[in-house]
């Protein structure tokens, strides 16, 4: 199957980024609506087909990419469709060949997995913020082609994103994240370092996506200053470039009960709350 994806940023004037304000909320959710009925779609085509879907999405901190998966997974069943966020390595991982932590989290026939950061951590993250030494990130970007070509070759749907954000939007999404009770778990001493790496992080990005980016395992960057015109960009990118087209499900009928319904009750001499 073949697909086309570019390393710029999303089209404005697609559907889903028209409009130069920001989306509201319920246009938001009227947009979603449609789109997730259509992920159904799509999953179902992966069922019948036995197709394997890893959809890989990085991002600088704030940009959404939490968001985004939750959009995706919220109404497919979470049997098939698997969130990857993996912790920090622990220290045996540390000394695993990179790529073999995440080789379990592969999807299996018919499954989905969504990677909110992925091996990429080591060209973004990890290099950034001394995590790892130049010799290992050099050696990441010459295996990570090499890693990817294996899995598409093997017949998986690979599709990599990147979230982008200016540093006003970042600058404002942590001040909201530290006002926030419910959103401050989010922060980390590491973000208020990050604060600083704006460029750098720029920099580690564009040598990343110069060789990590080919016509098999393609990059393509969505524009998340607008979180919500984001990711119904990056919802209809992928729906356009995987099958939605599958056998409808088979109806269930549901017969006369056949007697009154029954109460839930317990002869253990215990009540609900």
Request: charged share 25%; hydrophobic share 40%.
């Amino acid at each position: 199957m073949s697909r086309k994806q570019d390393t710029g940023k999303a089209k404005k004037g697609a559907p889903a980024g028209s409009g130069t304000g920001r989306l509201g909320k319920g246009e938001y959710l009227e947009k979603l609506g449609p789109l997730q009925l259509r992920l159904n779609n799509m999953a179902r085509w992966l069922q019948h087909t036995g197709k394997r879907l890893v959809v890989v999405v990085e991002g600088r901190d704030t940009a959404g990419k939490g968001g985004v998966i939750a959009a995706i997974a919220e109404t497919l069943n979470p049997r098939q469709c698997h969130v990857v966020a993996l912790d920090k390595p622990s220290e045996r991982e540390s000394r695993q060949w990179y790529f073999q932590r995440y080789v379990p989290h592969l999807p299996t026939a018919g499954e989905i997995a969504l990677f909110d950061r992925s091996w990429y951590n080591r060209a973004g993250v990890e290099r950034v913020m001394g995590f790892c030494t130049e010799d290992q990130t050099a050696a990441f970007l010459k295996q990570a082609p090499a890693f990817e070509r294996l899995l598409v070759d093997d017949g998986v749907l690979l599709f990599k994103y990147w979230l982008t954000v200016d540093q006003a939007q970042q600058e404002a999404r942590f001040a909201e994240r530290q006002a926030d009770p419910l959103k401050r778990w989010k922060l980390s001493s590491i973000d208020v370092q990050a604060r600083e790496k704006y460029a750098d992080y720029g920099r580690a990005r564009d040598v990343m996506l110069k060789a990590t980016h080919s016509p098999r395992a393609p990059w393509t960057l969505v524009d998340f200053n607008d979180q919500r015109r984001g990711r119904l960009a990056l919802i209809e990118h992928l729906l356009a470039a995987v099958p939605e087209e599958a056998p409808a499900p088979s109806s269930i009928v549901f017969p006369p009960l056949g007697h009154d319904p029954l109460q839930e009750r317990s002869r253990a001499g215990l009540k609900p709350i």
